[in-house]
């Protein structure tokens, strides 16, 4: 059986370019997706994983990004040692974007996590498309 996924979806005011230069610039991470990281560094030890201290604890997110296609992936490991798969895309929108997040429920995971967890998605993506839109001013 497949998990539950919710699919979170955030015009943004800018050109897919334009929010990739600001979303697959990892150490901006904080600026914009506070319900993720609250502080992020480079892994000195390891090439595309950032550590990520995040309001459940400190992970580690190794990231897929495809700035031409507007790919942002990342499997962040938990604190537990699980790992979780985060799918996220900045789509072209005519002279527009639009930030694709995949939600997907974990093992376990509560209607109540779920709904927070949603809720902190479209709160970062929110921050991600004002942060953008910002910068266009």
Not at 33 to 56: H, I, K, N, Q, Y
Not at 57 to 75: C, K, M, N, P, S
């Amino acid at each position: 059986m497949q998990p539950e996924t919710i699919v979170v979806r955030q015009r943004i005011a800018a050109t897919r370019a334009e929010a990739m230069a600001v979303a697959a610039d990892l150490a901006r991470l904080p600026e914009w997706a506070s319900g993720f990281a609250t502080s992020a560094r480079p892994d000195p030890a390891e090439t595309d994983v950032w550590l990520v201290d995040a309001p459940f604890g400190t992970v580690r997110a190794r990231f897929q990004v495809d700035v031409e296609r507007g790919i942002l992936d990342h499997d962040v490991t938990m604190p537990d040692g699980g790992i979780v798969h985060n799918r996220l895309r900045i789509e072209a929108a005519g002279d527009a974007s639009e930030a694709v997040f995949t939600l997907v429920r974990r093992p376990g995971m509560t209607d109540a996590e779920l709904a927070a967890d949603e809720a902190a998605v479209r709160a970062d993506l929110s921050r991600l498309a004002a942060l953008c839109a910002r910068m266009d001013a």
